[in-house]
């Protein structure tokens, strides 16, 4: 026989039933509060002492607490149109210059990194590392997500290579149902934090004529159709880089940041108004903040805009 339960024994087990949904929400851990590092448009190479320049950044990042950094693209200057050789040697010099920072990195794929696009290059389609693949083989994917303390980050690669041996912003159709899919799989109100190399929204034409060559590789050309994937999620931001200025514009309600670039204007001084510098990104309560470091690099060669 099953021995009865009492009266004040079932108020109780009832009570701490319907207590248990109400204990579990109010556990439930919530976003955590953390600063990274967005540098972006290294551009190292042998000239201009762009090496110095970049160990700087790095040892100037390293003094500042932080969880890790993400590199907004254009690691080297350049793998474009540089011979294959010039390419690796100076990733090569990059990745000596990152070990100053100290810092789990992660890495967007820039315009600058794809090799052998220009046919002044001299490197074949068929070459291995051609194209991203170079990348691939020194970061890993060019389009990837991770978490972080409550938050979600998506890393997209902006960089479609042309028939015509350019390049154009845009998002491959691939990385369109990738990103759906991801966004989808998110939980209801997830912070999600976006870095693409190329500017999903800018106003940089509104400050300098344009130019055509310059205009196809920076208006993205699909633009409009990963702006619209974010909607119904909690987007904090877009961080940007390729145009090495600092902008704030906000669309929708989602704030995207371009930063400047740790090179300046190439390792030419002052690029329209910004100086060789990262962007410093606190996060916390469900907001994106930001303020722009700069180093003390001095150009042996400037031309200032």
Known sequence: MTPSITRRRFVTLAAAASLAPRAALALAPKPGSFTFLFLTDTHLQPELNAVQGTDMAMKHARTIPADFAIQGGDHIFDALGTPRATAIRNLDLYAKTEQDLGLKVHHTLGNHDCLGVYTASGTPPTDPLYGKKLFADRFGPTWYSFDHKGHHFITLDSIGITDDHHYEARIDDDQLQWLAKDLAA??????IIVTTHIPLVTAFYSYLPPEPVAAKSTAFIN??????????????????GHTHINERIEWHGIPYITSGAVSGNWWKGIRMGTPEGFTVVEVADNKLTTRYETYGFKSIDPHNT
């Open 223 to 240: 633009g409009p159709a990963v702006i619209k994937l974010f909607e119904g999620h909690n987007v904090l931001g877009v961080l940007q």
């Open 186 to 191: 998110q939980p209801q109100g997830t912070p």
